[in-house]
């Protein structure tokens, strides 16, 4: 049978997607499941070589304010990254807020590398001794939360736009911001975008976009600590410090990079500054790769600046996980 010219063009095209070789396996794309509460699987997409070699890895931890988002959102560069030098990445989901409150996200983020570290080597063929946790934003701070609690440590910890407390000001009162740049939310609009059930993000009639007015709503009210955490940030503070990394750094923290521009209206700079003040007290060894005039994302920054940030970011995840020579 003949391929006709259209054919062919789809199939060259596929290739060129998904290259493999002889001497290089497909780069794959698999979905666990790493826990079962209720009726709901949580998640994580192990993306690696299809081969049975042990490779290092690279956990991804999405943003999205703890209450929208999954794990299909994965930088590119850190994909072409993990394909370019045989890592696996591994990219997690999460229960997500105000279904389930903070403490059951933070197990769900422990089950998940305790399932990585207990089944990763013989089912996922991962070596969990040479890993490098990553995330942003909200993403960012979970990773900044697996600094204190992953034993042993990580290689590293790689956290963009990310923050060290959930009870500050910027959180626990009306962001001037939100009620500026977006239209007042009713709380009746507000609710819409959230229900009982737990969620994960990855279900099929998943509404970020409601979910992200929710997220305002809470931002212009300032209720989003309250909300998230199900503490009060005021009567509650004690036992909002185990939540709140920037509070709890030893000398035993991991290695961290944090990345953050200086104009982010969403996760003020400021943020990770502290983090770094905290890291210099307790002698942890990091570094802020800072963004000037960049916002959330870094967007709105300079080209090149924001460019070199990102490849001085792949040149560090690589340093690490690549086998010493």
Known sequence: MRATASAFGFLL?????????????????????????????????????????????????????LVTGNRAGVPKNLLDL??????????????????????DIISDVDDAFRWLREDGPKLLNIDPNRMIVSGGSAGGYLTLMVGTRLKPKPKALVAYWGYGDVDGDWLSKPSEHYRKAVPLISKEEALKGVGVKAITGSEPDFDGKARGRYYHYLRQNGIWTK??????????????????????????????????????????????????????????????????GAGHGLSGGDKKLVDDTHATVIEFIRARLKPAK
């Open 227 to 292: 909300e998230v955490t199900g503490f009060d940030p005021v009567t509650d503070k004690a036992k909002l410090d185990t939540y709140c990394p920037v509070r709890i750094v030893t000398d035993k923290y991991p290695s961290t990079l944090m990345i953050h521009g200086t104009d982010d209206t969403d996760v003020p700079y400021e943020r990770s500054v502290e983090m770094g003040k905290a890291f210099h007290d307790k002698l942890v060894g990091y570094e802020l790769l800072t963004v000037k």
């Open 82 to 103: 993990c394909r370019q030098e045989g890592f696996a990445l591994v990219s997690i989901d999460y229960r997500l807020a105000p279904e389930v409150k903070l403490p």
């Open 13 to 65: 095209l596929l290739a060129m997607a998904n290259p493999a070789t002889a001497d290089q396996p497909a780069f794959v794309k698999k979905a666990h499941t790493y826990k079962t509460v209720g009726d709901l699987k949580i998640q994580a997409d192990v993306y690696r070589a299809d081969d049975t070699t042990v490779r290092p890895v690279l956990v991804w931890i999405h943003g999205g304010a």
